[in-house]
């Protein structure tokens, strides 16, 4: 599986419809200061489902979207597309080139696809949980991450190494059967109170 092809659409500096496309192995993007080189890396973490602002160098969400300049006018939408090739079946689909979407609109509202099919966050979240590609995963490494690896809790490392051995997918689902199972305990008890008021 490798990255393909971006394509980003009044999402921050980026006015205009761009497309960049990526061939095997390396690829450097070089550019002076502030011609938006950290821009491209935040719209792959932002297309993967980034949804803190911050992160993103941004006060609130809507601040990705490109806000006008001096000659253009602000746009209402800003969009992000990133395929990736498929063909050794990486991705849990059935396609060879996977293209995920990501649109927001002024209001906020934020609206996913994968191949252009409309879906919720989550579809995405697990499509890619494992693969190392999430927004946390280890395939994103912005400036300062290395040495935040290198220096943080042996608990914050573990996750990268869980990540990769694959075992992120089975501890989120345990999470979500943990909740639901506490959540019908407490329905449950509810049911009690209510048959013994009724005795
Ligand atoms: P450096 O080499 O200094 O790190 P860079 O090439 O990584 O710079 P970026 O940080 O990606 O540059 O881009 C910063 C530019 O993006 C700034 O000129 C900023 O005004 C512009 N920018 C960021 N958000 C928006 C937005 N919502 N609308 C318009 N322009 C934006």
Wanted: charged share 30%.
């Amino acid at each position: 599986m490798f990255l393909k092809r971006l394509e980003l659409s009044g999402f921050k500096s980026f006015a205009d419809r761009t497309e960049l496309e990526f061939v095997r192995g390396i690829t450097g993007v070089v550019g002076p200061n502030g011609s938006g080189k950290s821009n491209i890396s935040d719209s792959i973490r932002w297309v993967l489902g980034e949804q803190s602002a911050k992160s993103l160098r941004g006060g609130n969400m809507q601040d990705v979207i490109f806000a006008g300049s001096d000659s253009r006018k602000a746009v209402n939408y800003g969009e992000v597309s990133l395929t990736l090739d498929n063909s050794d079946s990486a991705l849990a689909l059935d396609f060879n080139e996977v293209t995920i979407t990501r649109r927001i609109h002024r209001s906020g509202e934020s609206e996913y696809y994968i191949n252009k099919q409309a879906c919720r966050l989550k579809d995405i979240t697990e499509l890619f949980m494992d693969t190392g590609i999430g927004k946390e995963a280890y395939s994103i490494i912005g400036q300062g991450r290395i040495e935040e690896i290198l220096s943080t809790k042996s608990e914050d490392r573990r996750g990268i190494f869980e990540e990769a051995s694959g075992i992120v997918k089975y501890k989120s689902r345990k999470r979500e059967a943990e909740k639901k199972l506490a959540d019908t305990e407490q329905n449950l008890l509810r049911i009690h109170d209510l048959v013994s008021e009724l005795e």
